[in-house]
């Protein structure tokens, strides 16, 4: 109700956004010209506004100086509405929603949410307030709730002042600006967005954010109501410039058209004079209805671009704006009176009632007068100058037409009442037809949806019946297939057994072989004990002769201490030169026989040694004969065997093969019998369908006969296409087995080759360090030769030695008294025989030294050795703990993971419950807001008083 209605114009307000990253790569010129405060030209034309905004004002300001006001009003009872107009991705959104968490980038809707708590909160502490929000859009001219998407087409109804709401829309209690911002975030993340050539996030419908609030006062019971539409309209498109195509094409036609109907109504209140303003041609005109032109306080916001690209629509919305500018709303504060204050008015309204009829008698009484032909004087006449006259003509209409006396009122009375019922039943039967209509589209969208089922049906068995006929050509490929693979297995089958034969002769000559070898080897192993026993005799005389060369070389060694001892005494003295010659010449001639006794020797233990090398490489070579003849016999007993496993199991494969040869037969006659009933039972399924569709359109019960069939047939259809799908799952799982069977013996197949290239490997390598510990073995064998032969040669010399030891030791016992003359002859002579003892001593010096050397060596090598070994398994212990450590690592990174994995799952359960429990209460339960007082966290209960719901804190 309105107690002193006012009148007040659209407040339009005009915002440029600045040029965007693709306008400035495009060169676009920038239009706008800002002269004052509330105006810009555009084009050389100015426009006025009630204010305008350039492309540097921030969402505050643009809040301070819009939107704030409206605040106020809200709760001082009066209704507002704050919409955006404009061309697509000129900056609605940022202007009324913006980034919704940013303090500085937020735009209106969030600021206004924070605004009411702030000024609730700072009023009278009697006051209390109910606040309740709802969120819908207006998505290809259906009125969608964005909080409840399961309702998808409500309807527009009037109350009983009719005001236009939306029935059955969803209404959220909040007491919160948190509160306000969730339900803000829920419904914008079910809003219908797109991406176009001009806008990466391209509104597609028009939104409404209301908010209801109610405040009572505690003492006086006065109770006021507000309303605030919040309103962001789908831009304008221009197909051309936007690139919409498909579904989004049909978007931005019911949004052009929506605009169209929101500028023919904004034209028709412009002008004033038109008697029907086409609200109903819109469902977002039907619901802005009481905001343009009606009760409300109603701000625009018109949103350009300044890019010159845009410039037709940039003056189109201008134009919009200034003929908006026009419209004037008569508001008034929504009040519901008090029991007390209807009384007054009651009396007042009967007090004046009283006074008009007092009135209507006197004019009764003069009209009779005039009827009957008296003269009325004019001081009998009731004057206009009457103080009750002038309120009938200020407070009541002027009846023109004159009513026989006596009957005038009542007549009056009963065709105003039967009017004001006519207008009130015509609205009725108006909204009736509206959810008779509504009704009527939801049961003809549900038919032709069931229709579009019963098509999707039918193409899914058409396609289903063809997928079948593909899979019986499949099965029939593969049953050929099969039959080929059959004849290939038997070929191979004969080729196996024709190797087989072939091998069996070549195992028998190998037998043969082998036997022949094996005799040849007893009777080399015969010759190789003779040569052995040959061999150990002569390393027995070899020995002996090394005790007798070792005996000589230690009577050479003391014979040559003495002669030393005797040379240094210098008392020997010589004889004569006749003896010296002749003992001289004997000792030469023993000398020459001891070095061809020696030579001859030697080159009897080289024919010696020879032969007993000769003997152990043939012992050698018969040995390697035999290994070899040995591994090749072992290779053929294992071909052997394998081939007999593998005619047996390729035996049994074509056995089995036989069986599911004869299975895919039977399985294609079945088909093939399934496939013939199928296409007899379609054909009947679509004459009864044609029969049906004939009778739906005479009557509605053989309808849902109709669908009754249609229910049984596609039942029927299911079971057969389940049990089709069945029948082809058996197949293909057996098919499956026949291809894991032939994988598996492929399998073992290539495991049985890899593991002969793994011995093969294997004994390759145990080749080759047979043949590096064989060539040790004959470096050590060479070594040890050399070590004889030094042994020899020391032994020879100083069998030399040994024998001039005694050639001079006779010789100067034999001379030692003789004559002093040849003192000189002498004395040359022992110069010689000290220089060949002092040159047999260097030698045998260097060869003591080498021996010592090797002797060394050959130690620091066996020390060596267990180090090494050592070392080697201390490696080999060390690689094996470091495998299980890495093991360990593993196990304990899969048991973290999987114990992360169910804490993460535990949170997420444990956040959606408390988020589904505090959804669920704060959609039903009404939180009253007094202010001075913020929202506290302790428990609320809620109880129903008449009048409203309201909540006490404990």
Same mark, same amino acid.
């Given at each position: 109700?309105?107690?002193?209605?006012?009148?007040?114009?659209?407040?339009?307000?005009?915002?440029?956004?600045?040029?965007?990253?693709?306008?400035?790569?495009?060169?676009?010129?920038?239009?706008?010209?800002?002269?004052?405060?509330?105006?810009?030209?555009?084009?050389?034309?100015?426009?006025?506004?009630?204010?305008?905004?350039?492309?540097?004002?921030?969402?505050?300001?643009?809040?301070?100086?819009?939107?704030?006001?409206?605040?106020?009003?809200?709760?001082?009872?009066?209704?507002?509405?704050?919409?955006?107009?404009?061309?697509?991705?000129?900056?609605?959104?940022?202007?009324?929603?913006?980034?919704?968490?940013?303090?500085?980038?937020?735009?209106?809707?969030?600021?206004?949410?924070?605004?009411?708590?702030?000024?609730?909160?700072?009023?009278?502490?009697?006051?209390?307030?109910? *606040?309740?929000?709802?969120?819908?859009?207006?998505?290809?001219?259906?009125?969608?709730?964005?909080?409840?998407?399961?309702?998808?087409?409500?309807?527009?109804?009037?109350?009983?002042?009719?005001?236009?709401?939306?029935?059955?829309?969803?209404?959220?209690?909040?007491?919160?600006?948190?509160?306000?911002?969730?339900?803000?975030?829920?419904?914008?993340?079910?809003?219908?967005?797109?991406?176009?050539?001009?806008?990466?996030?391209?509104?597609?419908?028009?939104?409404?954010?209301?908010?209801?609030?109610?405040?009572?006062?505690?003492?006086?019971?006065?109770?006021?109501?507000?309303?605030?539409?919040?309103?962001?309209?789908?831009?304008?498109?221009?197909?051309?410039? +936007?690139?919409?195509?498909?579904?989004? =094409?049909?978007?931005?036609?019911?949004?052009?058209?929506?605009?169209?109907?929101?500028?023919?109504?904004?034209?028709?209140?412009?002008?004033?004079?038109?008697?029907?303003?086409?609200?109903?041609?819109?469902?977002?005109?039907?619901?802005?209805?009481?905001?343009?032109?009606?009760?409300?306080?109603?701000?625009?916001?018109?949103?350009?671009?300044?890019?010159?690209?845009?410039?037709?629509?940039?003056?189109?919305?201008?134009?919009?704006?200034?003929?908006?500018?026009? !419209?004037?709303?008569?508001?008034?504060?929504?009040?519901?009176?008090?029991?007390?204050?209807?009384?007054?008015?009651?009396?007042?309204?009967?007090?004046?009632?009283?006074?008009?009829?007092?009135?209507?008698?006197?004019?009764?009484?003069?009209?009779?007068?005039?009827?009957?032909?008296?003269?009325?004087?004019?001081?009998?006449?009731?004057?206009?100058?009457?103080?009750?006259?002038?309120?009938?003509?200020?407070?009541?209409? *002027?009846?023109?037409?004159?009513?026989?006396?006596?009957?005038?009122?009542?007549? !009056?009375?009963?065709?105003?009442?039967?009017?004001?019922?006519?207008?009130?039943?015509?609205?009725?039967?108006?909204?009736?037809?509206?959810?008779?209509?509504?009704?009527?589209?939801?049961?003809?969208?549900?038919?032709?949806?069931?229709?579009?089922?019963?098509?999707?049906? =039918?193409?899914?068995?058409?396609?289903?019946?063809?997928?079948?006929?593909?899979?019986?050509?499949?099965?029939?490929?593969?049953?050929?297939?099969?039959?080929?693979?059959?004849?290939?297995?038997?070929?191979?089958?004969?080729?196996?057994?024709?190797?087989?034969?072939?091998?069996?002769?070549? &195992?028998?000559?190998?037998?043969?072989?082998?036997?022949?070898?094996?005799?040849?080897?007893?009777?080399?192993?015969?010759?190789?004990?003779?040569?052995?026993?040959?061999?150990?005799?002569?390393?027995?005389?070899?020995?002996?002769?090394?005790?007798?060369?070792?005996?000589?070389?230690?009577?050479?060694?003391?014979?040559?201490?003495?002669?030393?001892?005797?040379?240094?005494?210098?008392?020997?003295?010589?004889?004569? +030169?006749?003896? +010296?010659?002749?003992?001289?010449?004997?000792?030469?001639?023993?000398?020459?026989?001891?070095?061809?006794?020696?030579?001859?020797?030697?080159?009897?233990?080289?024919?010696?040694?020879?032969?007993?090398?000769?003997?152990?490489?043939?012992?050698?070579?018969?040995?390697?004969? *035999?290994?070899?003849?040995?591994?090749?016999?072992?290779?053929?007993?294992?071909?052997?065997?394998?081939?007999?496993?593998?005619?047996?199991?390729?035996?049994?494969?074509?056995?089995?093969?036989?069986?599911?040869?004869?299975?895919?037969?039977?399985?294609?006659?079945?088909?093939?019998?399934?496939?013939?009933?199928?296409?007899?039972?379609?054909?009947?399924?679509?004459?009864?369908?044609?029969?049906?569709?004939?009778?739906?359109?005479?009557?509605?019960?053989?309808?849902?006969?109709?669908?009754?069939?249609?229910?049984?047939?596609?039942?029927?259809?299911?079971?057969?296409?389940?049990?089709?799908?069945?029948?082809?799952?058996?197949?293909?799982?057996?098919?499956?087995?026949?291809?894991?069977?032939?994988?598996?013996?492929?399998?073992?197949?290539?495991?049985?080759?890899?593991?002969?290239?793994?011995?093969?490997?294997?004994?390759?390598?145990?080749?080759?360090?047979?043949?590096?510990?064989?060539?040790?073995?004959?470096?050590?064998?060479?070594?040890?030769?050399?070590?004889?032969?030094?042994?020899?040669? &020391?032994?020879?010399?100083?069998?030399?030695?040994?024998?001039?030891?005694?050639?001079?030791?006779?010789?100067? +016992?034999?001379?030692?008294?003789?004559?002093?003359?040849?003192?000189?002859?002498?004395?040359?002579?022992?110069?010689?025989?000290?220089?060949?003892?002092?040159?047999?001593?260097?030698?045998?010096?260097?060869?003591?030294?080498?021996?010592?050397?090797? &002797?060394?060596?050959?130690?620091?090598?066996?020390?060596?050795?267990?180090?090494?070994?050592?070392?080697?398994?201390?490696?080999?212990?060390?690689?094996?703990?470091?495998?299980?450590?890495?093991?360990?690592?593993?196990?304990?990174?899969?048991?973290?993971?999987?114990?992360?994995?169910?804490?993460?799952?535990?949170?997420?359960?444990?956040?959606?419950?408390?988020?589904? #429990?505090?959804?669920?209460?704060? #959609?039903?339960?009404?939180?009253? !807001?007094?202010?001075?007082?913020?929202?506290?966290?302790?428990? *609320?209960?809620?109880?129903?008083?008449?009048?409203?719901?309201?909540?006490?804190?404990?």
């Amino acid at each position: 109700m309105a107690d002193t209605p006012a009148e007040c114009n659209i407040k339009v307000l005009c915002r440029f956004r600045p040029l965007n990253q693709s306008e400035v790569i495009r060169g676009d010129l920038f239009l706008p010209k800002f002269q004052e405060d509330d105006t810009v030209i555009v084009g050389g034309k100015p426009y006025a506004f009630d204010r305008v905004f350039p492309t540097n004002t921030t969402q505050e300001q643009v809040y301070n100086t819009c939107a704030k006001q409206i605040v106020k009003d809200v709760l001082s009872g009066y209704n507002g509405t704050i919409f955006a107009y404009g061309q697509t991705a000129s900056g609605k959104t940022h202007t009324m929603e913006g980034k919704l968490h940013d303090p500085h980038q937020m735009g209106i809707i969030p600021r206004i949410a924070e605004d009411i708590f702030n000024h609730i909160f700072a009023m009278d502490e009697n006051l209390e307030f109910h *606040i309740k929000v709802s969120y819908f859009e207006i998505y290809m001219d259906k009125i969608r709730d964005l909080l409840d998407v399961t309702k998808t087409n409500l309807s527009v109804h009037e109350d009983k002042n009719r005001v236009p709401f939306v029935k059955g829309c969803t209404e959220r209690f909040v007491s919160s600006p948190d509160e306000v911002m969730d339900v803000i975030d829920e419904g914008k993340s079910n809003r219908h967005v797109a991406v176009t050539n001009m806008n990466e996030h391209s509104s597609r419908s028009h939104s409404i954010f209301l908010i209801n609030i109610k405040q009572e006062h505690v003492e006086t019971e006065q109770k006021l109501c507000g309303k605030l539409y919040l309103v962001d309209l789908a831009g304008s498109e221009k197909v051309s410039k +936007t690139g919409a195509a498909g579904s989004v =094409l049909d978007e931005a036609k019911n949004i052009n058209k929506s605009l169209s109907a929101l500028g023919n109504v904004i034209s028709a209140l412009a002008e004033g004079t038109k008697t029907h303003v086409p609200y109903r041609d819109s469902k977002m005109t039907r619901i802005l209805q009481d905001s343009l032109g009606g009760n409300c306080r109603t701000t625009m916001f018109i949103c350009c671009s300044p890019s010159s690209y845009n410039e037709g629509e940039t003056k189109s919305t201008l134009m919009f704006g200034q003929r908006a500018k026009t !419209i004037k709303n008569t508001v008034s504060v929504n009040l519901e009176l008090t029991a007390e204050e209807w009384k007054k008015k009651y009396e007042k309204q009967k007090e004046k009632n009283k006074n008009l009829k007092s009135i209507i008698q006197k004019l009764e009484a003069e009209l009779n007068r005039w009827r009957n032909g008296e003269s009325v004087p004019e001081e009998e006449r009731l004057s206009s100058k009457d103080p009750k006259s002038i309120e009938q003509y200020d407070n009541t209409p *002027i009846i023109d037409n004159l009513l026989p006396a006596g009957g005038g009122v009542s007549v !009056i009375n009963e065709e105003r009442s039967k009017y004001e019922e006519d207008v009130s039943n015509l609205y009725r039967q108006l909204d009736d037809k509206d959810d008779e209509i509504n009704q009527q589209s939801q049961l003809a969208e549900k038919l032709k949806e069931q229709m579009m089922d019963q098509e999707e049906l =039918l193409a899914s068995t058409r396609r289903d019946f063809e997928k079948i006929q593909e899979e019986l050509c499949r099965l029939q490929m593969e049953n050929d297939l099969a039959k080929e693979e059959v004849k290939e297995v038997l070929q191979a089958l004969e080729e196996l057994a024709v190797n087989y034969d072939q091998k069996s002769q070549e &195992v028998e000559e190998r037998e043969q072989t082998n036997q022949q070898l094996s005799e040849e080897l007893q009777h080399k192993t015969a010759l190789l004990s003779v040569v052995q026993r040959e061999l150990n005799q002569l390393q027995e005389l070899n020995g002996l002769q090394r005790k007798r060369a070792a005996e000589v070389l230690n009577l050479l060694l003391r014979d040559l201490n003495d002669i030393g001892a005797i040379i240094g005494t210098g008392d020997i003295k010589t004889s004569s +030169t006749s003896e +010296t010659k002749g003992n001289g010449s004997a000792v030469e001639e023993e000398f020459t026989v001891a070095r061809l006794y020696i030579s001859k020797m030697k080159s009897e233990v080289k024919s010696l040694v020879n032969r007993s090398k000769q003997l152990e490489s043939t012992q050698a070579d018969a040995h390697r004969k *035999i290994q070899a003849n040995e591994k090749e016999l072992a290779s053929c007993q294992l071909l052997v065997s394998q081939h007999q496993a593998k005619i047996k199991s390729l035996t049994d494969y074509m056995q089995n093969m036989e069986q599911k040869k004869r299975q895919l037969e039977e399985s294609q006659d079945a088909l093939s019998d399934e496939l013939a009933k199928l296409q007899a039972h379609e054909k009947r399924h679509e004459l009864s369908e044609e029969e049906d569709i004939n009778r739906l359109d005479g009557d509605e019960k053989l309808q849902t006969t109709l669908q009754e069939q249609l229910e049984s047939h596609r039942e029927a259809h299911q079971k057969q296409l389940s049990r089709l799908r069945d029948e082809i799952e058996d197949k293909q799982r057996m098919l499956d087995e026949l291809t894991d069977l032939n994988q598996g013996l492929l399998l073992e197949q290539e495991r049985f080759v890899s593991d002969y290239e793994k011995l093969k490997s294997e004994e390759q390598e145990k080749d080759a360090k047979l043949q590096n510990l064989i060539l040790l073995n004959e470096q050590r064998d060479q070594a040890r030769e050399d070590l004889k032969g030094l042994e020899e040669t &020391v032994a020879k010399e100083l069998q030399t030695l040994h024998n001039l030891r005694k050639l001079f030791v006779q010789d100067l +016992t034999a001379r030692v008294k003789k004559s002093a003359e040849l003192d000189c002859e002498e004395g040359l002579g022992n110069v010689a025989q000290k220089q060949k003892i002092s040159f047999l001593e260097n030698n045998l010096e260097q060869l003591t030294k080498v021996h010592k050397q090797l &002797v060394r060596d050959n130690a620091d090598l066996r020390c060596e050795l267990p180090k090494l070994e050592k070392r080697l398994r201390a490696t080999a212990e060390r690689v094996k703990a470091l495998e299980n450590a890495l093991k360990e690592a593993k196990e304990n990174a899969m048991r973290d993971r999987k114990r992360y994995q169910q804490e993460v799952d535990r949170i997420k359960e444990a956040v959606r419950a408390k988020n589904m #429990a505090r959804r669920g209460f704060s #959609a039903q339960i009404a939180k009253p !807001i007094r202010p001075g007082h913020h929202p506290l966290s302790s428990p *609320i209960i809620s109880s129903i008083r008449p009048g409203g719901i309201y909540a006490h804190n404990n």
